[in-house]
Every structure is written in structure tokens, then in C-alpha cells.
């Protein structure tokens, strides 16, 4: 026998080609269809989640029927609700309660707010106003309201800020730059502070403080005594101790009533409390100045 050398078939190769580009394409169009219907799927999930929350957020059963507003004694609860920007009949779930809870902080006279919500119809608005403890005079028409820390916190508006109408009024203070604000620092700012601490705060009309001498106020606490009368008198204080130099002005007052009951004073200068000089109703100097204190 003669030895043949095997050819290839040629044919069959490439019928295995074939075969193997065949199941290629196919597998590939299994995969495409397969991703075509995760997409399908996907967003027939999300239709269905914006058609709930549509439904939920346009559904009266949640529509707002009760509004809760506590901590508000300057602000009427009108007001408030203006400013949160809600009413009663909006739907509780449709509500942002950080948005609400930060259009309110941008009020002047809220310092902090809290929003909460109880399904299915109610909020509760809680909010902490600012404390206004007198007003600064910065121009001849141009106040601004004081808050417990002595920092101005906004323009005062006779019209619109009508309990702050009686709040003592503070000249001589200067706006420092604070950073991205304005305020108040410093000795005398700290001196202001003081005097606005004392008792009988609310009984102060005028505080002054001026570099050189001090503090000097005008003030109604010893109104109705007979060495006062009803007239406000002024308080010249210095620097420090405002409470031992009033409680000194008292005991001038008694002595006056006691030893000068024809006399009504006017001033009283305590800047030094060893040296002090009364000034009476009719400008004259009281005879002798009081030395040592009353």
C-alpha cells in the first residue's frame, strides 16, 4: 500500500466558522434582548413610583387640617405661616420641612425653627424668636434692635416692631466689622451690657457711653419718689460699678427727702462714687458736694 498524506478538509473548516459566527450573533442577541428588557423593567418601576407619589402627594386624605405654631410672642401666628410659606389644605407629605424650617430662620425675629409633621394631617412649627433688649442709634433715622447678646439683629421699624417701642435707646456705640457681619465690641459695648443687666432695666429710656466719661443714662427708676417727681433724671456712671453707684443714688434721694424736702434734683455725677455731685432741678449744685458717697 502507498502511504497518502491526509488533506484537510477544507469544506468542513469552514463549516466550523460558520457554526462558530452563528452561535456568536446568537448569544449576542440573547444579551441584548435581556438588557432591552432590564430597561423595559426599570422604567415601568420608576413610572410606577412617580404614579404612587403623585398619588400620595395629590390624595385629600393627607391634606393639611391642623397647624400647630408655638414660641411665638412677637410674631403673630398669621405671620408665621406667611412666612413658612403653608396653609391648611396643602398636602402634608407634598410639604419640605428643612425648606420650612429654613425660610423661617430667615425671618429676622426667629432665631430657630423646628418643623415636624404626624400623618396624616398635621404640622407643628416651633420656633425661638430673638429677644430684643434695646435699640442702638446709628444715624438720626437709622436704629437697629439689640438681641440678648448685644448684636444687632435687624433695622428697627416703628411700624412693624411696636413692643420694642419702649426698649431703651443706646448712643455713642460705633458698628465694627465682624467678620461677613456688623456688631458691637469693646469697653464701652461690655459697659452697655452691664447697665442693661441691672434691675430696673425696663425703667431706662437713654444710655450714653462715651469714651471719655463713661456711661451716663437717663432712667425712670426712682420716678414718683418727691426729691424725683415724674421727670426722668440723668445718671452719670463711669465705667463700672453701676450697681453700688444706684444704690448710692437711692441713698441721696433719701437723704434729699429727709434734710432737703424743698429740692428736687436733677443729676446725679457718680463717675468717681468718693466724689459725687448733685445737680437739682433748677440747675443749681447742691450745697456742699457729697464726698464719700451718700
Request: glycine content about 8%.
Amino acid at each position: 500500500m502507498v502511504n497518502r498524506r491526509i488533506r484537510q478538509n477544507k469544506l468542513r473548516s469552514g463549516d466550523s466558522k460558520i457554526s462558530i459566527l452563528e452561535f456568536d450573533f446568537m448569544n449576542s442577541l440573547d444579551l441584548g434582548l435581556k438588557f432591552i428588557l432590564v430597561v423595559v423593567a426599570v422604567s415601568l418601576f420608576s413610572l410606577g413610583l412617580i404614579f404612587a407619589h403623585d398619588l400620595v402627594t395629590q390624595s385629600s386624605y393627607f391634606g393639611l387640617k391642623q397647624i400647630n405654631v408655638t414660641g411665638n410672642d412677637t410674631l403673630g401666628r398669621a405671620e408665621v405661616l406667611s412666612q413658612a410659606e403653608i396653609s391648611e389644605g396643602d398636602n402634608l407629605l407634598s410639604i419640605n420641612l428643612n425648606t420650612v424650617s429654613s425660610r423661617l430662620i430667615a425671618h429676622p425675629w426667629i432665631r430657630d425653627a423646628a418643623v415636624t409633621r404626624r400623618i396624616p394631617s398635621t404640622i407643628t412649627i416651633s420656633v425661638i424668636e430673638e429677644h430684643a433688649v434695646a435699640k442702638a442709634v446709628v444715624d438720626s433715622d437709622f436704629q437697629i434692635l439689640l438681641d440678648a447678646e448685644g448684636q444687632p439683629f435687624k433695622r428697627y421699624d416703628p411700624g412693624l416692631d411696636s413692643l420694642a417701642a419702649a426698649l431703651p435707646e443706646i448712643f455713642g456705640l460705633k458698628l465694627e466689622s465682624m467678620g461677613q457681619k456688623y456688631g458691637f465690641s469693646g469697653k464701652l459695648h461690655n459697659a452697655v451690657m452691664e447697665v442693661l443687666a441691672l434691675e430696673g432695666r425696663d425703667r431706662i429710656d437713654t444710655i450714653t457711653a462715651d469714651r471719655d466719661v463713661g456711661i451716663k443714662i437717663k432712667t425712670r427708676i426712682f420716678d414718683g419718689r418727691d426729691a424725683v417727681g415724674n421727670t426722668p433724671i440723668t445718671l452719670k456712671l463711669g465705667f463700672d460699678g453701676f450697681q453700688a453707684k444706684l444704690n448710692n443714688a437711692e441713698q441721696i434721694i433719701d437723704y434729699m427727702e429727709t434734710s432737703a424736702s424743698q429740692k428736687r434734683l436733677c443729676s446725679i455725677d457718680m463717675f468717681n462714687i468718693r466724689s459725687v455731685t448733685v445737680t437739682l432741678e433748677d440747675k443749681d449744685i447742691m450745697p456742699g458736694t457729697i464726698k464719700g458717697g451718700a
